[in-house]
């Protein structure tokens, strides 16, 4: 099997999110080549052929350009797959290309089973598992649910160019609002989830948040409900942290929010479901009613 992985390069550098393509294409068994619209001055350790346009040319994102040097690497190599990561680069990208080669897309997927991928359903609290029915197949994967691949390597560089212009020019990237918390350099997080039950008992965890000089932390569907604010969101829709020490409190923890925090020093989880998908990261996995342990955690602490 062949797979083509298509970096990603932002402001200048090279997205740490690449190591996680090249970590799922050996998790799938799959002789890759990598396209990185960027610069030969930030290349990734990487065993194989990269194909490399320079971004001052093509602009760091161009959907016309972009499309066409993919396109013309698939012409070379005929992959099996191409594969984008999860974010708004393969969001945009990865259908055009799908379209082009007339084949399959299989977007965001978490896991790689023996009969084809696993992506999340139901608001990502079910699994089904897809494959297929074409030949190539155009793939996205979910940031942090591919191990990162070891940064050893040094990779074979063949330049790339195309003939194509486009009508569309690369401005430049508009910074989001400014939080009311940055999350990014908290070293202590409690995050609230759905099975803290309803909004008058966040302040329950916030108070668990205080008493261990963190900051308050929330899972999407806590902040889609409006109990908290989404400055405080962790997960692939809000902040990505790695904080020292990580509470989740009633966070079942779907792949999207597993993304958002795994990467954190020490996972706490307190959840009356033992086999919580959260338990599976968590270093110290708490079985009890949050609204029980946390005020008693608290007063301890206290």
């Given amino acids: 099997m062949k797979s083509l992985l298509i970096g990603e390069y932002r402001e200048g550098r090279l997205l740490d999110t690449t190591y996680?393509?090249?970590?799922?294409?050996?998790?799938?068994?799959?002789?890759?080549?990598?396209?990185?619209?960027g610069s030969d001055s930030q290349l990734p350790a990487f065993n194989g052929t990269i194909y490399l346009a320079d971004a001052g040319v093509c602009?760091?994102?161009?959907?016309?350009?972009?499309?066409?040097?993919?396109?013309?690497?698939?012409?070379?190599?005929?992959?099996d797959c191409i594969v984008f990561m999860h974010t708004s680069y393969g969001w945009d990208l990865a259908p055009r290309v799908a379209a082009a080669?007339?084949?399959?897309?299989?977007?965001?997927?978490?896991?790689?089973?023996?009969?084809?991928?696993?992506?999340?359903?139901?608001?990502?609290?079910?699994?089904?598992?897809?494959?297929s029915a074409t030949g190539?197949?155009?793939?996205?994967?979910?940031?942090?649910?591919?191990?990162?691949?070891?940064r050893e390597g040094t990779p074979c560089v063949e330049q790339l160019t195309t003939a194509v212009t486009s009508?569309?020019?690369f401005v430049g990237y508009e910074p989001a609002e400014a939080k009311d918390v940055d999350l990014a350099k908290a070293d202590v997080i409690v995050t609230a989830g759905r099975g803290v039950g309803k909004k008058e008992n966040v302040p329950v965890i916030q108070a668990l948040a205080k008493a261990l000089g963190g900051e308050l932390g929330a899972s999407r569907p806590v902040v889609d409900a409006g109990w908290v604010d989404?400055?405080?969101?962790?997960g692939t829709t809000g902040q990505t942290v790695s904080p020292k020490l990580y509470i989740a409190c009633g966070v079942s923890g779907a792949i999207q929010h597993l993304a958002g925090m795994k990467k954190s020093d020490f996972i706490v989880a307190i959840?009356?479901?033992?086999?919580?998908?959260?338990?599976?990261?968590?270093?110290?996995?708490?079985?009890?009613?949050?609204?029980?342990?946390?005020?008693?955690?608290?007063?301890?602490?206290?």
């Fill in 136 to 150: 190539r197949t155009v793939l996205t994967i979910q940031a942090g649910a591919f191990p990162v691949a070891g």
């Fill in 20 to 37: 996680e393509l090249i970590g799922f294409a050996g998790q799938l068994g799959a002789e890759s080549a990598m396209l990185l619209v």
């Fill in 167 to 169: 009508t569309l020019e």
């Fill in 59 to 79: 602009g760091e994102y161009n959907p016309d350009l972009h499309k066409q040097l993919i396109l013309e690497v698939v012409g070379k190599l005929n992959p």
């Fill in 230 to 234: 989404h400055s405080h969101q962790v």
């Fill in 101 to 131: 080669l007339k084949c399959a897309q299989i977007s965001e997927i978490v896991a790689i089973t023996d009969n084809g991928f696993e992506v999340g359903c139901c608001n990502a609290k079910m699994r089904r598992t897809v494959r």
């Fill in 271 to 302: 959840n009356k479901d033992k086999d919580a998908p959260i338990g599976e990261v968590a270093d110290l996995l708490v079985v009890a009613d949050v609204m029980q342990f946390v005020p008693a955690l608290t007063a301890k602490l206290q």
